[in-house]
């Protein structure tokens, strides 16, 4: 199981896709630190869970992005024509999907974690600033909810075609531009570049909503529970008869 897994991820993490997606993240990310975050993001620090929540927020686009790019990848013309092969390992089909998924999770928080490394660095290198826990909770916030709802999302769309995930993808783009409630917004850039404000203090300490904390729940179990459904709906898709009986009715 292990190797079969190290194998999926190899295959996302050693291709132009994933370096490209990665490079792209980096050059936009840097491009938000030197611009918005640098001067500080409502009237905060520019090292606060504000304007590092505002930063993951930007990129956060890009990161969804990525991760459907993964999934694209595992339906793309050659992986179908793969099929056959992978129905001829001893592997029941649901856990084989399963390592899918956990590959493509995997890589996603890869890319994740050289954006956050990105600002640590930036962090340190301008204001040798080490505080590191501070971040956590934003980056939870801001990151895993949209991930988990992309991942169970794609998979579903998958089901019937893998073009549609190109449609979600644009719906993802659609979520992040337009001046939607932050309470159903994909992005959380205007709570990191508003809500301070409103509590009416200097560079005030991070906290939750519960309305926010809410919303963002509703997203994780979403996206559990498509990706629970697609996984066991696609083992069943992929039951194929395996090469051994195939060759033999040629034969």
Known sequence: MNKIFQYELRRL???KLFFGILLVSLG???LTLTGSVIRGVA????FSPWSFGYYLSQTLPLICLG???FLVFFFSREERLLRPLTQATPVRQRRYTALRCGAVLTATVILCLCIVALAISFYVSLFGWMNYG?????ALLTLI???IFCLGAGLILSRFNHVLIYGLM???ILMTVLPLPNIITFSLSGFFSQFPLSIGILDPAFCIPSWLATSRMIFVILGVTLTICAT????RRLNFPNIANVSARKG
């Open 170 to 172: 644009a719906v993802v």
């Open 67 to 69: 991760e459907l790019f």
């Open 134 to 138: 501070k971040l956590v909770l934003p």
């Open 43 to 46: 009237r905060t620090a520019p």
């Open 232 to 235: 066991g709906i696609q083992s």
């Open 145 to 147: 909810p949209p991930i």
């Open 28 to 30: 936009y990310g840097w």
């Open 13 to 15: 993490l050693w291709n």
